[in-house]
């Protein structure tokens, strides 16, 4: 046997601790057999009472592991009694070892042979275990398919029992061998996105023959930009055409991004129209999460008072950052949508030190910082800093991103200082790129909301999907229409607090409100007005005197007042329907009254 040969099975040989460690018992117990039964012959005498030569002992000695040997001592020493019951018994050990090494593996197989409707995984890095833990929570057969065989992620999949191919994933042979043709859902989630677009274009080759089953294929983009254009350009191939497979663009920061600024309001407790609160948010570390973060909280902070959300960020290298990110988005360096401003400074240094607490003694601000540093240690030992920082401000929002649940998470959570809590975000164990196969409350409240519009607008006879993408159906929707859709959707409960609703379970005594007064909804149609020109502006839309959807350019594109009465209709229609979608979509939530 070769202890450090790769195969590309479950059950195949691999270099990991468990498995080496076993191994290497047994070749020790071996050994010591060997020497104890070879000691044991030298020590003794034959029948004819002449003492074994070592070669003679040593000969005898390894017939002990085939429980065979002609000659015994007239007395028998010690070591050879030891050795003549371990020998065998190394033996045994090794062919049981053996054979469950051999059947483990062809059960595994045997069993994928026959597998339909099942999920492959191509990549194995935290998210990807996580995401194969979560599949196999609901009982569905999970493939990972993993190109490097020393990654120490294999073990958790041995150990819970999770099939996998070492192999590339890009090559035709390894997706036939794991029947992505008979797939559900093929998922691609390696760390580079060249390597995630080549297998990605290789799925769709590989199910091009077979339009009986579509597959869904979902591809992770960590480059916001090439995420984007690659949607506008391809959107999702048609579920049963292109050869049946559907592939969709995800970014798992992008998504966690959302869920964290979800989790905790920009709001806070809620923006009235007459209120003096500000947002800001303060992001220390401009990369991948940061700017992730930065984008979602353009789309999203949007409040009645008519306060645009400012953004701070903290980098060591904020110029090439800033460049890179208005290269993107123009739009935000006129602060037509918000207002960013770089600062140049080390996460830990005094400058960072006194700009945060200068934002902390603003008054009326409602304060989200956001720790975003490769280092988890570097991130952690900041955060703590920033909460002593703040003891003052306990209504601050104190974020720090940990790429994995581990001993420092819980040493945030159980943190003595004073001042506002800390809270990890981005960790694999939390993750929500899940959400992008497993849809969530939101994502079917997105989906009511799409359906209510194109009911509508089909009412328009010259309206129809054929010449407006935006009526087609959820599953034929690109992906940016969808991402408009969720947009619309998240700041839902901004909007309510605005005129002082909640939407809270349906246990909750209050009695639920059905319709909103006229006072609101002219409160709610100019914002969600504003909230729309964001979005629009951000995806690189333009405004012209006609519609031209595919150049991106819209009519609609400007203030509330300048718009015809025939748009502003849209906007009252899409505030109205809140509480009768919401009903629809989470039957056990409501929009009722706060407390006053």
Same mark, same amino acid.
């Given at each position: 046997?070769?202890?450090?040969?790769?195969?590309?099975?479950?059950?195949?040989?691999?270099?990991?601790?468990?498995?080496?460690?076993?191994?290497?018992?047994?070749?020790?117990?071996?050994?010591?057999?060997?020497?104890?039964?070879?000691?044991?012959?030298?020590?003794?005498?034959?029948?004819?009472?002449?003492?074994?030569?070592?070669?003679?002992?040593?000969?005898?000695?390894?017939?002990?592991?085939?429980?065979?040997?002609?000659?015994?001592?007239?007395?028998?020493?010690?070591?050879?009694?030891?050795?003549?019951?371990?020998?065998?018994?190394?033996?045994?050990?090794?062919?049981?070892?053996?054979?469950?090494?051999?059947?483990?593996?062809?059960?595994?197989?045997?069993?994928?042979?026959?597998?339909?409707?099942?999920?492959?995984?191509?990549?194995?890095?935290?998210?990807? *275990? %996580?995401? !194969? #833990?979560?599949?196999?929570? =609901?009982?569905?057969? +999970?493939?990972?398919? $993993?190109?490097?065989?020393?990654?120490?992620?294999?073990?958790?999949?041995?150990?819970?029992?999770?099939?996998?191919?070492?192999?590339?994933?890009?090559?035709?042979?390894? *997706? %036939?061998? !794991? #029947?992505?043709?008979?797939? =559900?859902?093929?998922? +691609?989630?390696?760390? $580079?996105?060249?390597?995630?677009?080549?297998?990605?274009?290789?799925?769709?080759?590989?199910?091009?023959?077979?339009?009986?089953?579509?597959?869904?294929?979902?591809?992770? *983009? %960590?480059?916001?930009?090439?995420?984007?254009?690659?949607?506008?350009?391809?959107?999702?191939?048609?579920?049963?055409?292109?050869?049946?497979?559907?592939?969709?663009?995800?970014?798992?920061?992008?998504?966690?991004?959302?869920?964290?600024?979800?989790?905790?309001?920009?709001?806070?407790?809620?923006?009235?129209?007459?209120?003096?609160?500000?947002?800001?948010?303060?992001?220390?570390?401009?990369?991948?999460?940061?700017?992730?973060?930065?984008?979602?909280?353009?789309?999203?902070?949007?409040?009645?008072?008519?306060?645009?959300?400012?953004?701070?960020?903290?980098?060591?290298?904020?110029?090439?950052?800033?460049?890179?990110?208005?290269?993107?988005?123009?739009?935000?360096?006129?602060?037509?949508?918000?207002?960013?401003?770089?600062?140049?400074?080390?996460?830990?240094?005094?400058?960072?030190?006194?700009?945060?607490?200068?934002?902390?003694?603003?008054?009326?601000?409602?304060?989200?910082?956001?720790?975003?540093?490769?280092?988890?240690?570097?991130?952690?030992?900041?955060?703590?800093?920033?909460?002593?920082?703040?003891?003052?401000?306990?209504?601050?929002?104190?974020?720090?991103?940990?790429?994995?649940?581990?001993?420092?998470?819980?040493?945030?959570?159980?943190?003595?200082?004073?001042?506002?809590?800390?809270?990890?975000?981005?960790?694999?164990?939390?993750?929500?790129?899940?959400?992008?196969?497993?849809?969530?409350?939101?994502?079917?409240?997105?989906?009511?909301?799409?359906?209510?519009?194109?009911?509508?607008?089909?009412?328009?006879?010259?309206?129809?999907?054929?010449?407006?993408?935006?009526?087609?159906?959820?599953?034929?929707?690109?992906?940016?229409?969808?991402?408009?859709?969720?947009?619309?959707?998240?700041?839902?409960?901004?909007?309510?607090?605005?005129?002082?609703?909640?939407?809270?379970?349906?246990?909750?005594?209050?009695?639920?409100?059905?319709?909103?007064?006229?006072?609101?909804?002219?409160?709610?149609?100019?914002?969600?007005?504003?909230?729309?020109?964001?979005?629009?502006?951000?995806?690189?839309?333009?405004?012209?005197?006609?519609?031209?959807?595919?150049?991106?350019?819209?009519?609609?594109?400007?203030?509330?007042?300048?718009?015809?009465?025939?748009?502003?209709?849209?906007?009252?229609?899409?505030?109205?329907?809140?509480?009768?979608?919401?009903?629809?979509?989470?039957?056990?939530?409501?929009?009722?009254?706060?407390?006053?």
């Amino acid at each position: 046997m070769h202890p450090h040969k790769e195969t590309d099975m479950n059950g195949g040989q691999r270099n990991d601790g468990k498995m080496r460690m076993e191994w290497w018992g047994v070749v020790v117990l071996g050994l010591v057999s060997l020497v104890l039964g070879t000691v044991g012959f030298m020590r003794g005498v034959d029948e004819h009472g002449r003492p074994w030569g070592f070669w003679d002992a040593l000969y005898d000695s390894m017939r002990l592991f085939h429980m065979h040997f002609d000659h015994v001592p007239r007395e028998l020493p010690w070591e050879l009694q030891i050795a003549r019951f371990l020998a065998p018994m190394v033996v045994v050990v090794t062919l049981v070892k053996g054979f469950l090494f051999a059947a483990r593996s062809r059960r595994h197989a045997l069993f994928h042979r026959y597998q339909k409707g099942h999920v492959v995984i191509c990549g194995l890095g935290r998210k990807g *275990l %996580e995401l !194969a #833990r979560q599949f196999r929570k =609901r009982r569905r057969w +999970v493939v990972v398919i $993993e190109k490097n065989p020393g990654n120490p992620l294999l073990a958790a999949c041995d150990a819970e029992g999770i099939f996998y191919w070492i192999s590339d994933a890009a090559d035709p042979a390894v *997706l %036939e061998r !794991a #029947r992505v043709v008979h797939a =559900r859902e093929v998922i +691609v989630i390696t760390p $580079e996105d060249e390597t995630n677009l080549r297998i990605a274009m290789q799925v769709r080759d590989t199910t091009a023959a077979d339009s009986m089953s579509p597959v869904q294929c979902f591809v992770q *983009l %960590e480059n916001i930009d090439l995420r984007e254009r690659l949607q506008r350009s391809f959107g999702a191939w048609p579920a049963g055409g292109s050869g049946g497979c559907t592939l969709r663009f995800f970014d798992a920061f992008d998504a966690e991004a959302r869920r964290v600024l979800l989790d905790l309001p920009l709001d806070g407790a809620g923006i009235l129209a007459d209120s003096p609160s500000r947002v800001h948010v303060v992001i220390i570390g401009f990369g991948r999460m940061g700017r992730s973060l930065a984008l979602r909280a353009a789309k999203l902070g949007h409040f009645a008072n008519g306060q645009k959300l400012r953004i701070s960020v903290i980098d060591r290298h904020p110029d090439p950052q800033r460049e890179h990110f208005l290269f993107h988005y123009p739009v935000m360096e006129r602060e037509t949508i918000c207002k960013m401003q770089f600062h140049h400074a080390e996460a830990e240094s005094l400058k960072t030190r006194k700009l945060v607490e200068s934002w902390a003694a603003e008054p009326a601000t409602l304060l989200h910082l956001f720790v975003c540093l490769d280092d988890n240690t570097s991130a952690v030992e900041v955060a703590l800093r920033m909460q002593e920082m703040l003891a003052d401000r306990p209504d601050c929002n104190l974020c720090v991103r940990i790429k994995a649940r581990a001993a420092l998470a819980r040493l945030l959570e159980g943190s003595p200082f004073g001042g506002p809590p800390v809270r990890a975000f981005g960790m694999a164990e939390e993750s929500s790129s899940g959400v992008a196969f497993v849809p969530d409350a939101s994502e079917l409240m997105a989906r009511q909301a799409h359906d209510a519009f194109v009911e509508k607008r089909l009412a328009d006879s010259s309206r129809t999907p054929e010449n407006d993408p935006a009526l087609k159906r959820w599953d034929e929707l690109t992906e940016d229409l969808r991402e408009s859709n969720r947009a619309q959707t998240d700041h839902m409960a901004i909007k309510m607090r605005a005129i002082g609703c909640e939407i809270v379970p349906v246990t909750d005594p209050r009695p639920p409100i059905t319709e909103f007064s006229p006072a609101d909804l002219e409160l709610l149609a100019p914002l969600e007005h504003r909230r729309w020109n964001a979005e629009r502006l951000l995806a690189s839309w333009q405004l012209g005197a006609q519609d031209d959807k595919p150049r991106r350019i819209s009519a609609s594109l400007t203030e509330w007042d300048r718009l015809p009465a025939q748009i502003k209709k849209y906007d009252f229609e899409a505030v109205e329907d809140i509480p009768d979608r919401l009903a629809v979509a989470i039957p056990a939530m409501k929009v009722v009254r706060g407390n006053t």
